[in-house]
């Protein structure tokens, strides 16, 4: 599955679950813990973590913000590694939490410590436990989609496809367009609404014109905007989180229901 010495001893790694996957599909969560568990390290899941705090800041509720970010820290700093299975989640942890207390010198070190823990899954899995493949099974045309702040913020984009080309029967197909944005945008969607969707129709025409049987992200958000959009227009296109897939864990119904 990997190079990684397994004489040495295993990585203490506590998983932020996000709040879309606690509410809306929990199997992303035990996927994760499946990849990280089959990599060698030792998962925690704080019972006290919340929300990330990114709808508040995104918002201009910086009050709400900090009172959020302080829990998460506190339930989390203890830990060797932070990882999220989605990449707005780990930017707004390892980028805007130092950018929230760069003011307050009480926790501004503490917030660029704990930021320095945290990565998004497949960028964990890839480059700090060096994982080349995982044992998965999927015979199934697919399409990814890179979504914003993880490929902005973080650089994710040849991670999970790296992963994803050593599961077997699984085929790649790049769609056109595939980094612009699905329409989403955590608030966006409900500020501007109509924007929004002329976005994700324009998405999921980019889609279609694959003919994938599966399309894969890395963030929930997008694919529930996605996965609801492409139900509406009738398409037969599944739709799932990629942890689901590279931990061989698509047993279950697809994102939206179909299937």
């Known amino acids: 599955m990997s190079n990684i010495d397994e004489t040495s001893p295993s990585r203490e790694v506590a998983l932020f679950v996000t709040c879309l996957v606690d509410l809306f599909r929990p199997t992303v969560g035990f996927a994760s813990i499946k990849l990280l568990e089959d990599a ?3 998962v925690h899941v704080p019972v006290r973590q919340t929300c990330c705090g990114q ?3 995104n918002s201009g509720d910086r009050k709400d913000t900090l009172d959020i970010a302080k ?3 506190e339930a989390f700093e203890k830990y060797e590694y932070v990882v999220a299975p989605s990449g707005s989640c780990a930017g707004m942890l390892k980028i805007h939490y130092p950018e929230l207390f760069r003011d307050i010198p009480e926790w501004n070190q503490r917030s660029v410590q704990f930021s320095s823990k945290v990565f998004e899954l497949t960028s964990f899995l890839t480059e700090i436990l060096g994982v080349t493949e995982v044992k998965a099974k ?3 045309k697919v399409t990814y989609h890179d979504a914003c702040a993880g490929l902005r913020e973080l650089n994710i984009s040849g991670q999970p496809r790296q992963l994803l080309e050593s599961v077997e029967g ?3 197909h790049e769609m056109d367009d595939s980094e612009v944005c ?3 945008g955590g608030t966006f969607a409900v500020k501007y609404s109509e924007i929004s969707n002329s976005i994700v129709t324009e998405k999921t025409a980019n889609i279609e014109k694959v003919t994938p049987d599966l399309l894969l992200a890395g963030d929930l958000g997008c694919l529930l905007n996605m996965a609801g959009k492409l139900k509406y227009q009738g398409s037969k296109i599944e739709v799932r989180h990629v942890a689901e897939v590279l931990a061989d864990m698509c047993d279950g119904k697809p994102i939206a229901g179909r299937g």
């Open 40 to 42: 060698g390290c030792q």
């Open 55 to 57: 709808p508040a800041w």
């Open 71 to 73: 829990q998460v820290i």
């Open 138 to 140: 999927l015979n199934s």
């Open 170 to 172: 699984l085929s790649l």
């Open 182 to 184: 699905c329409g989403f």
